[in-house]
């Protein structure tokens, strides 16, 4: 039971929850890249459909790990060396701008999710677009992790942040 309690105690504290998130978005988006690609060789609009809300689940938690990292900053930055915290506000930076790709990636997903039934002939070029779209949430993420990744980990750091 101490290990429970301790467990929920750090459920309190925003950098925590920030890292037990963040790789929501990147893995999942994966996962739904690989399940559209499988979807679109198998031509299975079912399939699809599952490929569609994985990538809506994943894209969207992008909102809560943007949210719980703004919360963490402060904290996370008074516990960091000087690299760290320059790279803590590039992580920072590339978060707030890099988040509007994984909104965008969410929104092409619902469309190719809903229009189809409007429009079937249009099935082909939304899935392809929430493939091109969820590739960029991918690159994105990878974009956003790197610099996250080098704020506590100084074994990964190749020289001052860009």
Known sequence: MPELHEFLRQLRQPEYVHVLLNPIPVYGTLCGILALIVALILRSRPAQIV????????????WPVS???????NRVYSMSNSDGQQWLDVHMHRADRGVYVFYAAALVAAAALVLPWVRPRAQLALAVAT??????????????????????????REGPPP
Do not use: K, N
């Open 51 to 62: 490929a569609y809300v994985i990538v809506i689940f994943s894209t969207l938690s992008a």
């Open 67 to 73: 949210e719980y990292g703004e919360r963490a900053y």
């Open 131 to 156: 493939l091109a779209f969820a590739l960029a949430a991918l690159a994105t993420g990878a974009w956003i992790g790197h610099a996250g990744g080098q704020v506590r980990h100084s074994e990964f």
